[in-house]
């Protein structure tokens, strides 16, 4: 893909993700109108229409972006790191780590910053826990040590969790929510610094996408050509559990949204990780705002945790995918 097709795509991509924000700022159990976004700001605005907007489904809105777009970021990252098509953002234990940390904090009884902040600790406890293990004595990182790793503390940290799930008799309601995965906790504030967070960590994993082709052409032929194979993949490791950490402390766990989002980004891009990383975040984030919009409307006035709607969607998808015989590991 040239500079100028790449360009198009990217503001064809943001326009659309601009559409689909405004369609999902009209859904919710109050009815509202394209009128009433355009009167938000005017003095003809219905005060309570625009506090429903503004103050409830706009910081759904952007939390949805700032979620989505980082796992689909994030999924590419590690599909190319890892060169499995499998590789999702929680395959790591990352969510684990960030998941018990949430749990302990709903079984104490703490506040939602609270939460936030125990969740982001145990993904970040869980980063550093992979990079000692996943480090030869040579200080050369291998993917299988790496993926068995993430896999094992994933199993030790859902062993936990059903533990303190077991044990909880308050907030047990909440806690289940955070583990489908929901965005009903956004708040104004909360939803506008993750976004920040999770566009800003994007481009730094978009940065390194030209390292991560010529890893995947071999990790000898990187090595050669002067990149550092080790230092590029740590570092691309830290900045995808950093924002996955991030996620998962405000979300809960979504699943299927990394998994699946960067194989149908290939299926139009090519493998190009330098393009297939800013569209999966494109792409993610519009797969989890329809998704959410869907969870929060399909039941009215309740709503669906917003992780059964991505595994609903996804699932399907995927083994529609294998059944098509889709090459899901070429390039890997």
Do not use: C
């Not at 924000?21 to 625009?50: E, M, P, Y």
């Not at 303190?164 to 956004?186: D, K, P, Y």
């Not at 766990?253 to 299926?267: A, N, Y």
């Not at 989890?288 to 917003?306: H, K, M, N, W, Y």
């Amino acid at each position: 893909m040239n500079l100028k097709k790449f360009y198009t795509a990217l503001f064809l991509s943001f326009a659309g993700l601009i559409f689909l924000s405004a369609g999902a700022l009209l859904f919710g159990s109050v009815h509202t109108g394209i009128t009433d976004l355009f009167q938000i700001f005017g003095k003809r605005s219905n005060s309570a229409i625009s506090e429903i907007i503004l103050n409830i489904r706009l910081p759904r809105v952007l939390l949805a972006i700032a979620v989505g777009g980082g796992l689909g970021a994030t999924g590419a990252v590690l599909q190319a790191i890892l060169k499995n098509p499998l590789a999702e953002p929680y395959i790591l234990g990352v969510s684990g780590g960030g998941t018990l940390g949430a749990m302990i904090s709903f079984f104490l009884g703490m506040s939602f910053l609270w939460t936030q902040l125990f969740s982001f600790a145990g993904a970040l406890f869980v980063i550093f826990l992979l990079l000692k293990l996943s480090n030869s004595k040579l200080g050369l990182m291998s993917s299988n040590s790496l993926l068995l790793s993430g896999v094992m503390l994933g199993a030790f940290f859902g062993a936990a969790i059903l533990i303190l799930l077991t044990l909880m008799r308050e907030n047990l309601q909440t806690a289940v929510f955070w583990l489908i995965g929901s965005l009903s906790f956004a708040t104004g504030e909360s939803s506008f610094y993750i976004l920040i967070f999770s566009s800003a960590l994007s481009v730094i994993l978009t940065l390194m996408g030209y390292r991560l082709n010529l890893i995947s052409m071999g990790e000898e032929e990187a090595g050669t050509l002067g990149i550092n194979v080790n230092s590029a993949k740590n570092w691309a490791l830290i900045v995808s559990g950093v924002l996955v950490g991030g996620i998962v402390s405000v979300s809960g766990v979504i699943g299927f949204v990394g998994l699946l989002v960067p194989h149908f980004v290939r299926m139009l891009f090519g493998f190009d990780n330098r393009f297939v990383i800013p569209f999966s975040f494109f792409a993610g984030a519009a797969l989890l705002l329809v998704s959410d919009t869907v969870a929060r409307t399909i039941i009215l006035p309740g709503e669906l945790p917003v992780g059964a709607i991505t595994a609903l969607i996804g699932a399907p998808v995927f083994i529609y995918l294998l059944r098509k015989n889709f090459n899901l590991s070429e390039n890997f």
